[in-house]
């Protein structure tokens, strides 16, 4: 059975900087799109970013550009979202997820695909 793990997440100040782990585990495929989605209270639910199989295809929202970047792990689906500069804007329940390919990060209303995980909250105060 596939399994999702997230971890890395906590409070810090703005300007500060988080780095979230994933690592999916079970998963048949070598090919896959794993990456970030969060939702934060009263807020619709957001893509974050996302890195395809190899890492030469990424996907970031436009309101992360410049200040989180995603990357690989050596390990097989595993990958790291390494948060700079944060904001209060950011604070939300950060969900990893991997799916066979990236579309959903670019489609707002796509729904049930993929594996998501538990999630890991991070916080930025003021």
């Known amino acids: 059975q596939v399994q999702v793990a997230e971890s890395g997440g906590g409070s810090v100040q703005a300007g500060g900087s988080l780095r979230l782990s994933c690592v999916a585990s079970g998963y048949t495929y070598s090919n896959n799109c794993m990456g970030w989605f969060r939702q934060a209270p009263g807020k619709k639910r957001e893509p974050v970013a996302a890195?395809?199989?190899?890492?030469?295809?990424?996907f970031y929202a436009d309101s992360v550009k410049g200040r989180f970047a995603i990357s690989e792990g050596n390990a097989k689906n595993t990958v790291y979202l390494q948060m700079n500069s944060l904001k209060p804007e950011d604070t939300a329940m950060y969900y990893c997820?991997?799916?066979?390919?990236?579309?959903?990060?670019?489609?707002?209303?796509?729904?049930?695909?993929?594996?998501w995980g538990q999630g890991t909250q991070v916080t930025v105060s003021s």
């Open positions: 997820v991997i799916d066979d390919a990236c579309a959903a990060w670019y489609d707002s209303y796509a729904s049930d695909f993929g594996y």
């Open positions: 890195i395809y199989t190899g890492g030469s295809t990424t």
